[in-house]
C-alpha cells in the first residue's frame, strides 16, 4: 500500500536559518508529490508538486522540493526561514486509479525562533 | 469569488446524534473529497466523488454517509456520531485527474460529547 513518512514531527528553527523537512514515499509506479502548508486554524495551501521532468522544482513562499527516485524522498527546502513559515507542513503522495486521492503524512510542526 | 466553503465551522453535538457537514465549491470542480485530521495521523480519506451522482470510500469511511445530487455541494452526514469522530473535517475540491491540485475548505472542527 501506498505510504508517506515524514519523520520529523516537530522542528524548531532560527528565523534566517536554512530548512529542511524530510519526506519519504512508499509507491510502486512513478508518484505524484506534494507538499502542502497548513497554517493554524486554517485549511491547507500547495506550495508545489511534482509530477514529471526537472526533479527540483520551485515552489511558493520561497520553498522549494527536489525529488529523488532512488531515495524515495521529496524533501522541502528554504534557503532563509521567516517567522511567518511557522506552520505544519505536510507531505502527499496520488494513488493510482485516476481519482486523485491524496495520501498524506503525519505532518511536520515547524516552529521559528526570533 | 467565494471558492469552497465549509458550514458550520465549529460544531458540539453528542453521542448518538445525526450531524451534517457542508461543502460548497464555487468552481464546477468535478472532483469533491472529505478528509478527517487528527494529532499524528494528518489527513485520512473519508469519501471522494468525481462527479454528481458518483461517490466513493476512502481509507476510514465507516460511521459516514455523503451524497452528490449537484456538482458544487458534497455534504458528509454522520448518521450516530461517537467520540471517535471528534476530528477536524476538511472539504476539498479539483477539477480532474490525478494531477490537478485539490483545494481545501476552512474546516469544521466537530466535538461529540
Known amino acids: 500500500a501506498q505510504s508517506v513518512t515524514q519523520p520529523d514531527i516537530h522542528i524548531t528553527v532560527s528565523e534566517g536559518a536554512s530548512l529542511e523537512l524530510r519526506c519519504n514515499y512508499s509507491y510502486g509506479a512513478t508518484p505524484y508529490l506534494f507538499w502542502y502548508v497548513q497554517s493554524p486554524g486554517q485549511g491547507l495551501q500547495l506550495l508545489l508538486k511534482?509530477?514529471?521532468?526537472?526533479?527540483l522544482v520551485q515552489g511558493i513562499k520561497g520553498f522549494e522540493a527536489e525529488f529523488k527516485r532512488s531515495q524515495s524522498s521529496f524533501n522541502l527546502r528554504k534557503p532563509s526561514v521567516h517567522w511567518s513559515d511557522a506552520a505544519e507542513y505536510f507531505c502527499a503522495v496520488t494513488t493510482s486509479g485516476g481519482y486523485n486521492k491524496l495520501i498524506f503524512g503525519a505532518g511536520t510542526r515547524l516552529a521559528v525562533h526570533p | 469569488d467565494a471558492g469552497i466553503t465549509q458550514s458550520p465551522r465549529y460544531k458540539i453535538t453528542e453521542t448518538g446524534r445525526q450531524v451534517t457537514l457542508m461543502c460548497h465549491q464555487t468552481?464546477?470542480?468535478?472532483?469533491m473529497f472529505w478528509y478527517r485530521q487528527d494529532l499524528g495521523h494528518g489527513l485520512r480519506l473519508i469519501y471522494y466523488?468525481?462527479?454528481?451522482?458518483?461517490?466513493d470510500k476512502g481509507e476510514v469511511p465507516d460511521g459516514y454517509v455523503v451524497s452528490r445530487s449537484k456538482t458544487e455541494n458534497f455534504p458528509l452526514t454522520l448518521e450516530s456520531a461517537t467520540r471517535s469522530q471528534t476530528s477536524v473535517y476538511f472539504c476539498a475540491s479539483s477539477k480532474t485527474g490525478t494531477d490537478n491540485e485539490q483545494f481545501f475548505g476552512p474546516g469544521t472542527r466537530l466535538t461529540v460529547l
Open positions: 511534482y509530477f514529471s521532468g526537472d526533479t
Open positions: 468552481w464546477s470542480h468535478s472532483y
Open positions: 466523488s468525481a462527479a454528481a451522482d458518483i461517490t
